[in-house]
């Protein structure tokens, strides 16, 4: 099996000399991330990730968790290693030092998340998800709640989880029955069933907090009336102790496809005390603020994969010997050729490259966003900001997620009858990888999300925000003869996008359902672009740093190579994207319900 | 988990509306093959399918096989269900009275072998494997051969492998080291490890044959010094009685991602004995017989995959309530309404709707120029249905399983989170299926022998042969307005399809890398038109139907919209494969290899 190694190299060509986030960091006042602590940082990082975290990603896989009467034992390694996670400190990065964290900006700590999730996509949902609670509790609790929750949770002594889904209702939370009624105290008492809480109960800390969708006693139906509450394991005392067991208990955990290592579980509220946070009736807009980082978090998990699939593939293609090349032998002195020589090995090799590249580019080009709407004091800025989030946060994750399974799939391919036995652990990185176009919403409601609230929402607004910075920079372009092909082939896709947003909003308003028909390919149509447009601004990058006789060469000239790959085989796919938007909703809902049969 | 159905009536449909096979049966003689006598086996294969293959299949998947000292014992009712399917005479269908067999035709049998693979991959592969060592013994063993092992074969006491692949060489069978050494007695000893031996050894039956490539001594090096050897696991007599253990064994058996109810063996041959079957040094050519129909075999597994997750996913889509339809409830009483309402759900089913009817019926028409090249009289028949079969066997191979991994991940995708664990079924068969496009030649190969060997190794010949049967038929649609759209859709695909060809072919002449760096678009692309000439037979068909007062009006009606839904959203995937076929060569192969880095 292929050891896994954290792409250092490669992100902090993507932060430093793509995005600028140098600058970046210090217009935002994070003296701290200072370019060589960020070093410092991703070095420690790596070891953590390549050392501890890869080596126990398939006895994750082989051992899975265990259930026994409401406990939950992880896979071997996986206590220790979360151990070590709190002992280097990186729970608390990117939280406030008000409660002990080291107040580094959240892009160091999301661009590291991604390379855990590269060694051990399992064993890196714990504090995921604990992460979605805190930044929960940040943003909408009360001071009390913050002091009695956040600093366990920030040291990483606590974990916490998101409870949302319900065995009715998954995408359509307006269906879900939790109730919460008030105690007397000014408590709640929580009832009611949860699925699929991602470490929901598990034996690496000493208590989980979970974060708690739940219905008010008369609060209205659907969406408008589910409120947000916080639900301990152990309660925990005005100063912060763990006291008495709560009523809340995990009733057995899934048998799944992968993330084996992952506790899934069914958890129960039995009258449970929990604490409202946030407004009542306000559960589901608080949940926004988690769900936007959860996305993109989900996304970076997509691209993890994409990353270690990329890893296996390689090294095997470099190393097994099958046929000869048809141009001559490259390997005279050996019985055949390693399949690297191959076409069609190196067209599933750089398809998973351009989009390890390409899509972390755009990854990292979302945590700068994130960063300038926590962290910014230009409003405008702040802003423009949140406007290209919005309008990039579907894409994130369902781009990065629905690439990957190629990518995963490709890992496989590339070792032939190989991929498939589980010694090599391609197999594993796809069945963990694809969880990730279902969970944290699927890629059609991703789709609908983009299209009809984010775009037609906005009545176009915010694709024209980030359409203009697109223009802007291919224009900037012209004189650069180099990339005149690539600049417009992006340009004139963004006169497309916005041609056919104006179609398909014209359609929309005679049939609401041409939304939902052209959405998926319009998300998928929107992420070839926006990762075009990425490959663009690298690969003139790249050819900068040789100009200026970088020692790199290698590295930038295959950033040029790669961008010409992506440029020739994987933007054309927008001719077919687009003509399945323009075929309209009619083929999908012309036919009569009744006639969809198995015969 | 949704129950299994055979797709009795499709299949039906295909065979005796679309593809005449009544006249065709009637012409190559087979008088016991009428409609009532192919509705009678029909109707008990369903019967067995449904019944005794489906309600094991996640029992096999949970259990796995299990190696001990050299025994494998299949899941609890694998060996059950053989004993029926050999007590249903299911192994005897298509092979010669003279040793025990129905001599129906093959299309009879590999149409219901779809169903068994639908309902349990991993049982089919059993009685599929032993269906290779039969054809090859039929096709390549002298008469005492065949006297001595097809009878036990035949009526399934017996079952038999073939076993290609070793350590070091899948593909390239060139590289292969297996000795055979001669005995005095004119038998042979033979030595070496072969891998991925699926049914290399078992519990089901009481001796297993394996057909078995391995070098003479002195043998030429490459593809041109292997030779076809019989092994029997204990041997034989003269009379074909049973005799003592030889001196081949399994190793152990693979951990993988799927099929884990199909045993996939190391199997060690330690001077055992063997017989050489076919001329010295022609092993692979008499291995391409059985290869050939090995390759619509793994077709048809795709093909199942697609039938089993559609059936699963429609299921699920009318029964899940969420959310309402943009265009007003479709279930008011309930709660929310089912997600077939949600055009992206459609556009999911309809996919799998698309590939479960129309790559059945590429199978099916191929498994009727199998029938003619086996049984026809007429050479001048003959030759052309060799021609057509040989053209469209690596489409059938490669483009059924990579549709299949669409289809199967959308059987996924339409449940949810819940597509995702084990206890619905879909994730079992998205992971079965995955297999597909690797064994029996991987996507890549089949890509290669259809562009290099079958197309441009006959100067065009191949193609133009089976051009020249969808131009004359789209032409006769000529006064059909209804049709002129889809039919001008499939023959400007046609026009395209040989000026691609012809260019790749200048192409290939400078630069021999050009086939390679193309072949799998053009698969796909070949697959995409060829499935479309078909869904228009399919449509035209369904048209005359219900034109002629059917009392089966919607079975047709769904054929037409379904058939509307493939030329707008299917056909056009053309669109994006052509651009990357153009792109050519170079932005595959001018990257060193030295420049793909993990960095």
């Not at 929960?136 to 009695?148: D, F, I, N």
């Not at 709640?188 to 708690?212: P, R």
């Not at 005390?273 to 306000?282: A, D, H, M, T």
């Amino acid at each position: 099996m292929q050891n896994f190694k954290s792409p250092v190299r490669d992100t902090k060509f993507v932060m430093n000399e793509l995005l600028g986030f140098e600058q970046h960091y210090a217009e935002l006042g994070f003296e701290d991330a200072s370019p060589d602590m960020v070093e410092a940082i991703f070095n420690e990082a790596a070891k953590f990730t390549d050392n501890v975290l890869a080596p126990i990603n398939a006895i994750g896989d082989q051992q899975g968790c265990k259930w026994e009467d409401g406990d939950v034992t992880t896979p071997d390694g996986f206590k220790e290693a979360y151990q070590k996670y709190v002992e280097g400190g990186w729970p608390s990065m990117a939280h406030p030092e008000e409660f002990g964290g080291q107040a580094l900006p959240y892009s160091l700590s999301a661009s590291i998340a991604e390379w855990f999730s590269g060694a051990n996509h399992s064993w890196a949902m714990y504090p995921g998800l604990s992460q979605g609670c805190m930044e929960t509790l940040k943003a909408h609790g009360t001071s009390e709640q913050k002091a009695r929750f956040l600093p366990a949770l920030i040291s990483g002594e606590w974990t916490g989880t998101m409870c949302l889904t319900e065995p009715h209702c998954g995408s359509d939370l307006g269906m879900l029955k939790t109730k919460a009624e008030p105690n007397q105290d000014g408590s709640y008492k929580l009832t009611g069933t949860k699925i699929f809480i991602s470490a929901g109960e598990h034996d690496m800390s000493e208590n989980i907090i979970h974060i708690v969708l739940a219905r008010l006693p008369d609060a209205p139906q659907g969406t408008k009336g589910i409120s947000l509450f916080i639900v301990p394991k152990f309660n925990v005392d005005d100063d912060g102790s763990k006291t008495d067991r709560n009523a809340v208990h995990c009733g057995s955990i899934e048998h799944k496809m992968g993330i084996k290592g992952s506790a899934t579980c069914v958890i129960n509220f039995d009258s449970a005390k929990g604490y409202l946070i946030g407004e009542p009736n306000r559960g589901l807009n608080c949940m926004f603020t988690f769900m936007n980082m959860a996305r993109i978090g989900t996304g970076l998990e997509g691209l993890a994969g994409t990353e270690a699939a990329f890893q296996g593939a390689l090294a095997y293609a470099k190393d097994r010997l099958q046929f000869r090349s048809l141009t001559g032998k490259k390997n005279p002195d050996g019985p055949a050729d390693p399949i690297i020589v191959h076409p069609d090995v190196r067209r599933m090799l750089l398809t998973q490259k351009a989009f390890r590249e390409g899509n972390r580019a755009l990854a990292i080009y979302c945590m700068k966003l994130v960063d300038q709407g926590l962290y910014g004091s230009d409003e405008q800025q702040k802003h423009l900001a949140e406007a290209k989030l919005a309008l990039l946060t579907p894409i994130v994750k369902a781009f990065l997620t629905e690439t990957a399974q190629e990518t995963t799939s490709y890992g496989m391919q590339v070792y032939g009858g190989h991929g498939y036995i589980a010694e090599w652990g391609m197999e594993q990185l796809a069945r963990d990888t694809r969880i990730c176009t279902m969970y944290e919403g699927t890629t059609g409601i991703q789709a609908i999300d983009l299209l009809a609230r984010k775009v037609l929402g906005s009545n176009g607004e915010l694709l024209k925000v980030f359409g203009q910075e697109i223009r802007t920079y291919c224009q900037s372009l012209r004189d650069k003869q180099q990339f005149n092909a690539w600049a417009n082939a992006v340009e004139s896709h963004l006169d497309e996008w916005l041609q056919l947003t104006a179609d398909i909003g014209k359609q929309a308003a005679r049939n609401p359902d041409e939304v939902g028909a052209a959405a998926v390919d319009y998300l998928m149509y929107s992420g070839y672009v926006t990762v075009g447009y990425l490959w663009l601004k690298m690969a003139v990058v790249a050819q900068e740093k040789i100009d200026s006789g970088s020692n790199e060469v290698d590295f930038y000239q295959a950033k040029l190579q790669t961008a010409a790959f992506y440029f020739d085989r994987l933007l054309t796919r927008t001719r077919s994207l687009v003509s399945a938007m323009q075929s309209g909703a009619d083929n999908l809902m012309s036919m009569d319900e009744s006639l969809f049969l198995v015969d």
